[in-house]
């Protein structure tokens, strides 16, 4: 399920019982792009049960900074409000598939 994330939700969608991935990327940048279609493939596989967000890290200085964010593709893994994994570069689906099964947060 993809979401919009904004400031009156921010605490709402990473405190999900579903998993959360926060998808940082800039417009500019091609690994960006690679790392959302994996992501949109996740979200296609896993449906109901995880939760997409991309952020433009850009536009959002106040959460890449919060967040540590120094390079774009970085995704951060959310499951019930504290990050479990941070993903920095291009994973194919399998490799985030690895994360998700070790976290042992979807069954």
Same mark, same amino acid.
């Given at each position: 399920?993809?979401?919009?994330?904004?400031?009156?939700?921010?605490?709402?969608?990473?405190?999900?019982?579903?998993?959360?991935?926060? !998808?940082?990327?800039?417009?500019?940048?091609?690994?960006?792009?690679? &790392?959302?279609?994996?992501?949109? &493939?996740?979200?296609?596989?896993?449906?109901?049960?995880?939760?997409?967000?991309?952020?433009?890290?850009?536009? !959002?200085?106040?959460?890449?900074?919060?967040?540590?964010? &120094?390079?774009?593709?970085?995704?951060?893994?959310?499951?019930?409000?504290?990050?479990?994994?941070?993903?920095?570069? +291009? !994973?194919?689906?399998?490799?985030?598939? &690895? +994360?998700?099964?070790?976290?042992?947060?979807?069954?």
């Amino acid at each position: 399920m993809r979401v919009t994330l904004t400031e009156n939700n921010f605490l709402d969608v990473i405190g999900s019982p579903n998993l959360v991935f926060l !998808h940082f990327r800039s417009d500019f940048c091609g690994p960006c792009k690679v &790392q959302s279609r994996v992501l949109e &493939q996740l979200e296609e596989k896993y449906k109901e049960r995880v939760v997409l967000s991309e952020i433009n890290s850009l536009k !959002h200085l106040d959460w890449t900074e919060a967040f540590g964010i &120094q390079s774009t593709p970085t995704t951060l893994l959310f499951y019930k409000g504290s990050v479990i994994a941070k993903l920095i570069g +291009v !994973h194919s689906l399998s490799k985030i598939e &690895q +994360v998700i099964k070790k976290a042992e947060v979807l069954k």
